[in-house]
């Protein structure tokens, strides 16, 4: 299967319909220090999880890190990931 954005997409929708019951309830599962940011290891956990291939997991989390987050600190809090889902199917 190639790997495109949508390919990807899909599958960490997937991952979160059938894992969790809430968009929040899979932030809180991913947010491995509990601090209430998102980070490029838990981006990377997510795509493990979603099993995108480990050659490009480095790379699709620092892009999806780049695009989620809004402020730029290097992480991702849980108004900003509730913006970046918005636009799919995760609730």
Known sequence: MPW????IVRNIENLMKSK?????EAFDYFD????EYLTKQDFKHILKEAKVNILIRGVVAEFMLQSF???K???VSWH????AIK???IK
């Open 4 to 7: 495109t954005k949508e390919n």
């Open 20 to 24: 969790f019951s809430s968009a929040r």
């Open 87 to 89: 636009t799919t199917s």
């Open 73 to 75: 600190d290097g992480l």
């Open 32 to 35: 491995a220090d509990k601090d």
């Open 69 to 71: 987050d809004e402020n």
């Open 80 to 83: 900003e990931f509730q913006a």
